[in-house]
């Protein structure tokens, strides 16, 4: 009798401490727990609303500065983000931890792991939140421009359009629609297409015996209607026109014309120059020795 007294006894007072620890560090802990999500739901609240915010403004000025304005604020935006939830969670685990009341003689394993994983992983995690804060400080690239950045083990250069950059990971969706996650530490070199302004490069392969300054008058004449084109004075910042030949060959020569566009609208502007050069060509006759070839460089002052 007096056994079962005992474990009565017993059994009442753990209940009794297990409902005084929920009362107090775990209520403590809970209210942590959903005061740290609370304020990363309302910091990526914030940030989203922001980045409508921009996007909105780049769309109200038509599609043509969409791809550029304000691409260095939409990366702050999301890297800030990444960071100040990045906090919340490691300060919110502190306290968790601090109220748990755990003994030094537990804590040395777990300290003993995690400085393990620290030294193994840590370096390269460092590197790549300092490189994102050159990437961001230094305006290499920002959400909405096109780059090529690499070269990268395996795969080599990678060419596309950045979709998100945080202090750690850069996104680019390249041409094929895939999404590519690059390390910020892996970004050695890049090669940004949509800064200041573009340069179309257009060759024309011709037969050596045609008429060359009648050709040319009628290229710079294309050129001029093009850039003159109310559909495509907006894109167009210098009337493509010819440069001079680029090769002379025993039978065919090679004509580059040259103009400038706005950043990420060289492409654009390129096929359109292309339809109208071989439109012009086909009406006086003149056949290309081969397919027109076209080379855009991007380029800024």
Do not use: C
């Amino acid at each position: 009798m007096a056994a079962m007294f005992l474990a009565a006894s017993t059994s009442g007072s753990f209940w009794h401490r297990v409902g005084s620890w929920f009362a107090h560090e775990g209520l403590s802990i809970a209210l942590i727990i959903g005061v740290a999500f609370a304020l990363t739901r309302l910091v990526t609240l914030v940030a989203k609303r922001r980045i409508k915010r921009i996007v909105a403004q780049r769309l109200s000025d038509g599609e043509v500065t969409a791809a550029t304005y304000g691409a260095h604020q939409q990366a702050l935006v999301g890297a800030s983000r990444w960071a100040l939830n990045f906090s919340i969670v490691a300060v919110a685990s502190v306290l968790v931890l601090m109220k748990l009341h755990l003994p030094a003689a537990a804590l040395v394993p777990l300290a003993s792991v995690v400085g393990a994983g620290l030294g193994f992983g840590a370096q390269q995690i460092v590197g790549d939140v300092l490189t994102g804060i050159f990437i961001l400080s230094e305006r290499q690239f920002g959400v909405g421009d096109v780059v090529r950045v690499g070269p990268l083990i395996a795969v080599g250069w990678i060419e596309g359009r950045v979709e998100e950059v945080t202090l750690r990971v850069t996104k680019l969706r390249t041409f094929d629609g895939d999404v590519v996650n690059i390390s910020n530490g892996e970004l050695r070199l890049s090669v940004n297409m949509s800064r200041d302004w573009a340069r179309v490069l257009v060759t024309v392969p011709l037969d050596r015996d045609v008429d060359l300054d009648a050709i040319t008058l009628r290229l710079n004449a294309e050129g001029e209607a093009l850039a003159a084109d109310p559909a495509w004075s907006s894109l167009v910042l210098e009337p493509p026109a010819v440069a001079g030949l680029d090769d002379l060959g025993a039978e065919t020569i090679e004509v580059r014309v040259v103009g400038r566009s706005l950043p990420a609208q060289q492409w654009k502007v390129a096929r359109e120059l292309r339809r109208r050069i071989a439109m012009a060509l086909r009406e006086m006759h003149v056949s290309m020795q081969a397919p027109v070839d076209d080379d855009v460089i991007s380029g800024g002052d």
